[in-house]
């Protein structure tokens, strides 16, 4: 088993900064990958970004330039930082983890979600 417990949302106002954590724990052997979707009310998930284990990044393009994901290999943490915030990124942002076990068996985890409010 593999928990991911998420941290750091809230609200906050237009063009505010919020920064998000995930921090993953259990029977982890290796992390292949981390990241961060997002679902609107009424609207699909949606991957915000990931990073891989080599520090490879990938974002969905209208967070480019707003938003940075980071990680602690050691803490098994992924992180979020989020500038120039608009209301449109008002969501439930989930963060998700995939890799290996202790027992070699392949795992893909997500989180509780965490609420973002953008608002004035």
């Known amino acids: 088993q593999v928990q991911l417990v998420e941290s750091g949302g809230g609200l906050v106002q237009p063009g505010g900064s919020l920064r998000l954590s995930c921090a993953a724990s259990g029977s982890i052997f290796s992390i292949n990958a981390m990241g961060w979707y997002r679902q609107a009310p009424g609207k699909q998930r949606e991957l915000v970004a990931s990073?891989?284990?080599?520090?490879?990044?990938n974002y969905t393009d209208s967070m480019k330039g707003r938003f940075t994901i980071s990680r602690d290999v050691a803490k098994n943490t992924v992180y979020l930082q989020m500038n120039s915030l608009k209301p449109e990124d008002t969501a439930v942002y989930y963060c998700?983890?995939?890799?290996?076990?202790?027992?070699?068996?392949?795992?893909?985890?997500w989180g509780q979600g965490t609420q973002v409010t953008v608002s004035s």
């Open positions: 990073i891989t284990s080599g520090g490879s990044t």
């Open positions: 998700f983890a995939e890799g290996f076990t202790t027992w070699s068996r392949t795992f893909g985890s």
